[in-house]
């Protein structure tokens, strides 16, 4: 028989003891009570459980009752009352009858009572909607087992609280598989991965001790009278149980597998589980106390098959870590505040409670604190914009400036949006630009007879290694290093608000973002000024102004601008808008800083992927030999480099250029299409040529294709012969389907008097 069909047939049985349970439950009201025999049909209450009909409807302990309903079993062996349909209650001699039935029973009564019943629906049907999508999927149908169970166990609590012996069995049964389930799940992930997480024996092995352990705690409790707090015990120890396997096997697979996906699903079930077992099951075994009712702790479930729903229906996932580092701060934050409220009810009203109720309200008010507070930071997303000006102010500025930094033409252009920016976000006079050059230290004002105090800037400057974002604070205004060169301190002086008011903490975080992001469009900028002035001279070179290479040069410019803008507001923009949020909500100055930190190493490596700072100073092989190694590094791959040119050689800026950007394509393209394992790459200067050969063990391609696909297709391919070419050198290209490939480029060495140092210079910002 197919798996599927053993699904659907387990589906239909659950189904069928569900409706029994629906029939015991609405026919028979949970009474809560109770008793001891004193003579035939007469009894004494000697407990009543609060949440039962007998406690709403005034029965206490000590009353005299009378059932004259031959189906009490129940009091005769375990001194309980339940499933009768009419009593008398005895007071003073007058006796009071009662019907048992849900009339004029309270909203929180019917709740707990008929909650199960509703959850247990919409699992089934939430169930029955997976099976059609994904009955296919082993994994998926045991994960819809396990929802049902855990909804039929909580339905058979309430039939096993009327002390039902079938509800008691299913409800023990259940509740020990639960955790069984889990594991059976977890081993049909890995599998499905051809990863075996532990054996089949081990599975069947705990199955069968969960059928054995609530057969035999079924016995005991229904023939030996033993307290129903067993099944807790054994559902606590096959749990840990449980939980030490999967972890102990699991722990070398960690990376393999999904990790959002079985984050989400394990968290999921914890936090289902978790207020049941400690705040229930645990005090109930070890002390007999309650510090919160089942039927509370046992509304989380209800979270289970939603959860599970946008599990399997979602390919992408909320970041759950991120999620649960900003809940467990908020639970540790509302920890003092819930504390001090209790501490202050309990010195005003010192008797009032016991300590267990002190204990229920101290968890009523943490929990409220703490989700509020949750609630409070979504909302902060669409609403806190709008209700506070300055956040709106500070937001709209980022963007604002985000627009403008794509259509700039030049680094004057985004130094005068910039002016605007602050002139406009922080109602300040005055803003201008002031460049410190190293070699001369000394100072160039783009404005004329500006009275400001440089002399603590300028030793400032001198003595401290300066960060971008720096804020110094003068006599006439701030500074605000926004750029830096080889050569050059590019600042932005901001003169004192009105009256001489500083700026405040909002102000400070802003203007350290925008120069971050300033400093990024003055990086890109320079850097496709360097591409476009290559361009220009190799056409001046031929002698020849080309409509085409024009239309090139303008083409290339706007899409490297569009691109550097995407990447920019992608990423480095986010994050500090994250940042900028997180510290107004009250993040830490340690962490704010080490997450600028990381955006400030991201920006290092996008300037040393653009243009290698020192790769004229290095050289052709040192410069080579360090990008094979960060490459070797980020990829893992086994890569062999050999070369015989000496390391003080120096071949001209745009043959070491050239010769670099061409092995950084080789390398992206080993990275992106080749899915290569080795690479071995050598650099061999002959007479007065040069070699350099490529060959690696990927998966390859057929030389046909290369020839008859368009360009777009082997952009890379296509980049590497138009280098070639510039370079009056020849390209060989060998492959096959699997066979890897090997790409030979034989390069005429530069002349002797081209080989002096053919610098174009480090553009920077004019004095």
């Known amino acids: 028989m197919k798996k599927p069909t053993l699904y659907m047939i387990f589906i239909a049985l659950i189904a069928c003891i569900a409706t029994y349970f629906t029939y015991v439950i609405s026919t028979y009201p949970l009474m809560g009570m109770k008793a001891q025999q004193i003579k035939e049909h007469h009894y004494t209450v000697t407990d009543v459980y609060p949440n039962g009909w007998a406690y709403i409807h005034g029965i206490r302990a000590g009353d005299h009752i009378v059932i004259s309903d031959d189906r009490v079993d129940t009091i005769r062996t375990h001194g309980r009352v339940e499933k009768i349909r009419a009593l008398l209650i005895e007071r003073k001699g007058i006796y009071s009858s009662f019907f048992i039935n849900y009339e004029r029973a309270p909203i929180s009564y019917l709740f707990y009572t008929f909650f199960p019943l509703v959850l247990f629906v919409l699992t089934l049907a939430i169930v029955l909607y997976v099976y059609r999508r994904f009955k296919e999927t082993e994994s998926v149908l045991l994960l819809s087992v396990f929802l049902l169970i855990v909804s039929m166990c909580y339905v058979s609590s309430e039939v096993s609280a009327r002390f039902d012996r079938i509800g008691v069995y299913v409800m023990g049964l259940s509740l020990i598989m639960c955790p069984v389930v889990v594991s059976h799940f977890m081993y049909q992930i890995y599998r499905e991965h051809s990863i075996t997480l532990f054996s089949r024996i081990v599975l069947y092995t705990l199955y069968i001790c969960a059928v054995l352990l609530s057969t035999i705690s079924y016995i005991l409790v229904c023939s030996f009278h033993i307290s129903e707090e067993i099944y807790l015990f054994l559902f606590l120890l096959m749990s840990a149980a449980v939980a030490a396997l999967i972890y102990k096997n699991c722990r070398g697979y960690k990376h393999v597998l999904n990790p959002a996906k079985l984050k989400l699903v394990f968290y999921t079930i914890l936090f289902a589980f978790l207020p049941f077992c400690l705040f229930y099951a645990l005090p109930k075994v070890l002390t007999g106390i309650v510090i919160v009712s089942a039927e509370y702790t046992a509304c989380f479930l209800a979270f289970l098959p939603f959860a599970a729903l946008y599990i399997v229906m979602n390919k992408e996932l909320h970041?759950?870590?991120?999620?649960?580092?900003?809940?467990?701060?908020?639970?540790?934050?509302?920890?003092?505040?819930?504390?001090?409220?209790?501490?202050?009810?309990?010195?005003?009203?010192?008797?009032?409670?016991?300590?267990?109720?002190?204990?229920?309200?101290?968890?009523?008010?943490?929990?409220?604190?703490?989700?509020?507070?949750?609630?409070?930071?979504?909302?902060?997303?669409?609403?806190?914009?709008?209700?506070?000006?300055?956040k709106a102010r500070y937001e709209a500025s980022l963007l604002r400036f985000s627009k403008a930094g794509m259509s700039s033409t030049s680094a004057n252009s985004i130094i005068d949006n910039l002016i605007n920016e602050m002139k406009k976000v922080l109602f300040v006079k005055r803003v201008f630009k002031l460049e410190f050059l190293k070699t001369g230290q000394r100072f160039c004002l783009s404005e004329d007879d500006c009275e400001i105090d440089l002399v603590s800037l300028r030793e400032t400057l001198i003595r401290e290694e300066m960060v971008i974002g720096t804020v110094m604070r003068g006599k006439s205004g701030y500074f605000l290093l926004v750029g830096e060169t080889p050569e050059i301190y590019t600042c932005m002086f901001i003169s004192y608000k009105k009256d001489r008011v500083r700026f405040n903490h909002d102000d400070l975080v802003w203007l350290h973002t925008i120069a971050l992001h300033t400093n990024v469009l003055l990086q890109s900028f320079v850097h496709v000024q360097e591409i476009l002035r290559e361009f220009e001279r190799t056409r001046d070179e031929q002698g020849a102004s080309s409509l085409l290479l024009s239309k090139l040069l303008f083409m290339v410019s706007e899409q490297e601008k569009e691109s550097l803008s995407r990447d920019i507001h992608d990423t480095l923009l986010q994050e500090l808008i994250l940042i900028y949020q997180e510290l107004g909500q009250g993040m830490a100055i340690d962490a704010a800083r080490d997450q600028l930190i990381q955006q400030i190493q991201y920006i290092r490596e996008e300037c040393y992927r653009l243009r290698p700072p020192f790769l004229l100073q290095m050289g052709i092989v040192d410069g080579l030999q360090t990008l094979i190694e960060n490459h070797r590094m980020k990829e893992q791959v086994l890569i062999e480099f050999a070369s015989n040119l000496d390391t003080a050689e120096r071949l001209g800026e745009w043959y070491t250029v050239h010769l670099y950007r061409i092995m950084q394509e080789l390398l992206h393209n080993a990275r992106k299409h080749a899915e290569a394992n080795c690479i071995f790459i050598s650099l061999y200067k002959k007479e007065n040529r040069l070699l350099l050969v490529y060959e690696d063990d990927g998966v390859g391609m057929e030389m046909s294709c290369l020839a008859n696909t368009k360009p777009k297709q082997h952009f890379g391919l296509v980049g590497i012969k138009e280098r070639t070419q510039a370079m009056n050198g020849e390209l060989s290209i060998s492959s096959a389907p699997n066979e890897g490939m090997l790409i030979r480029i034989e390069l005429p060495l530069p002349k002797k008097e081209n080989t002096e140092e053919n610098n174009y210079g480090n553009p920077s910002f004019d004095c």
């Open 319 to 390: 970041d759950i870590d991120y999620m649960l580092k900003r809940m467990f701060y908020y639970a540790l934050l509302s920890c003092f505040p819930a504390l001090a409220l209790i501490l202050g009810f309990y010195v005003l009203h010192p008797a009032s409670f016991e300590w267990l109720s002190y204990l229920r309200i101290y968890l009523l008010c943490w929990a409220i604190m703490a989700s509020l507070l949750f609630i409070k930071e979504e909302a902060d997303v669409g609403i806190e914009s709008r209700l506070v000006f300055n």
